[in-house]
């Protein structure tokens, strides 16, 4: 069997009176990130390690953040299209791990609903899908809540 790993980052800048979306879903809280699109670090984490995988480029050379087409645009919809080209090349998902950094807000009850909601996106089996989230202890940009990241590895198989 072919398989092939893939890595993808991201991080963007908080600010108040944005939208905080995490995995797909609408996480309330007091600051939001400043995006051109929905912002949601995990998603652009993971569509980087897909796409990287295969050696698709990037999300930004797929879906660039200059382009009117994708202002604002929900994060699941770069997922789906990013998942679609790596299955167009004859791949699929055996495991995605992943790790949000951020102060705040604590993540740990939300866990569960991102991880639902990226295997019914992707459509795999939600044992699939790893969601971890860490804090940097109020180190770095992340612990003084000016921004926050995303990590994430995927493992994928020749079908």
């Known amino acids: 069997?072919?398989?092939?790993?893939?890595?993808?980052?991201?991080?963007?800048r908080l600010a108040e009176g944005e939208t905080l979306w995490l995995g797909g879903i609408l996480i309330?809280?007091?600051?939001?990130?400043?995006?051109?699109?929905?912002?949601?670090?995990?998603?652009?984490?993971?569509c980087d390690a897909l796409l990287g995988a295969l050696k698709l480029r990037d999300i930004g050379t797929h879906f660039p953040d200059n382009s009117a087409e994708y202002k604002n645009i929900d994060s699941k919809i770069l997922l789906d299209k990013s998942y679609s080209l790596v299955k167009s090349r004859g791949y699929e998902i055996v495991n995605i791990?992943?790790?949000i950094t951020a102060q705040q807000p604590k993540l740990k009850p939300f866990?569960?609903?991102?991880?639902?909601?990226?295997?019914?996106i992707l459509q795999v089996?939600?044992?699939s899908i790893s969601v971890k989230a860490t804090t940097t202890e109020g180190l770095s940009f992340e612990g003084r809540e000016e921004?926050?990241?995303?990590?994430?590895?995927?493992?994928?198989?020749?079908i």
């Open 97 to 99: 791990d992943s790790t």
């Open 125 to 127: 089996e939600i044992d």
């Open 147 to 158: 921004g926050i990241s995303a990590n994430a590895v995927v493992l994928l198989k020749k």
């Open 28 to 46: 309330l809280h007091t600051k939001g990130t400043v995006a051109h699109s929905d912002g949601d670090v995990l998603i652009h984490a993971i």
């Open 111 to 120: 866990i569960p609903e991102m991880e639902e909601t990226l295997a019914n």
């Open 1 to 12: 069997m072919d398989f092939r790993i893939g890595y993808g980052f991201d991080v963007h």
